[in-house]
């Protein structure tokens, strides 16, 4: 997968949902990538309180199941019929541990407290590089656009995450009713957001992702200051050396009824221990 999970992990991080006047009902979000290669689908699915990203790339397939309530993580893993589970509890540890320890980092050589960082990484993570305080620092309309029916804004001044360093990015942002989202979709889009990027500030990129590349989103407010006030992210793509590559669009979306086995782990497959630094 590599370099072209950019765009994907938009549906993980970057999709924010809209408040609006219609009661919670099931959602389904389908993407696709452009151009061909790498990652080839990916959707999001909610339920209330619960919301799972799928990602489609050759052999792969991957999920990411999100308890709100609980703020917990599952990273599935199908391929190797196994997964991953991450809770506050955990990032609570691990912090703990980075903090006891970050006087002695400091006092090490370069070297060494790179040989250091590595031994603090979960086995079953990547590490990567710290993130900015703010994602959009400087966020702007530079145009519009059309994507699937729906009139968006096309924003820049983003960042993102690829491999290790944090690139460019960009977001065609649109008002989510469009689209059929509403209020509780917004706050389990937003919470799953919010704890993506903690995990990955604190721990690193689940590995089963291959070291794969991250777009981390904005808060929302960010596009509220914009004239978007509940914006959904229709479109993303990654910029590099001013060219738009590997770009992620709206494909289809609806509102059918999920089963609860959409949301949890299937019976039958292994639990790696996340194991904490010492």
Not at 141 to 148: C, I, L, S, W
Request: hydrophobic share 45%.
């Amino acid at each position: 997968m590599g370099r072209h999970l950019r765009c994907v992990w938009l549906l993980a991080v970057a999709l924010i949902a809209v408040a609006g006047d219609s009661a919670f009902a099931d959602v389904a979000l389908e993407y696709r990538w452009s151009p061909g290669g790498g990652v080839s689908r990916a959707s999001v699915s909610l339920t209330p309180g619960r919301l799972r990203v799928d990602i489609q790339a050759g052999a792969r397939s991957i999920s990411l199941l999100f308890d709100g309530a609980a703020r917990r993580l599952w990273v599935v893993d199908h391929a190797r019929r196994s997964y991953v589970e991450v809770g506050d509890d955990d990032l609570r540890q691990i912090r703990q541990v980075r903090e006891r320890m970050e006087a002695q980092l400091s006092q090490l050589p370069p070297g060494a407290r790179e040989q250091m960082e590595r031994m603090m990484t979960p086995p079953g993570f990547s590490r990567v590089e710290t993130a900015p305080r703010d994602l959009c620092e400087a966020p702007r309309v530079v145009g519009t656009e059309t994507v699937q029916g729906v009139p968006a804004r096309i924003v820049e001044g983003c960042r993102s995450l690829a491999g290790a360093r944090w690139v460019s990015c960009r977001f065609w942002v649109a008002e989510g009713r469009a689209v059929g989202l509403g209020p509780e979709e917004f706050r389990v889009m937003a919470g799953f957001a919010d704890f993506f990027l903690d995990l990955v500030r604190t721990v690193g990129l689940p590995a089963a992702l291959e070291g794969g590349d991250l777009l981390v989103h904005p808060r929302p407010e960010r596009f509220g200051e914009l004239g978007v006030d509940f914006p959904v992210v229709v479109k993303a793509a990654r910029i590099e050396d001013g060219r738009q590559t590997a770009t992620m669009i709206l494909d289809r979306f609806s509102r059918d009824p999920l089963p609860d086995a959409v949301f949890t782990v299937p019976q039958g497959y292994e639990r790696i221990t996340l194991s904490l630094p010492r």
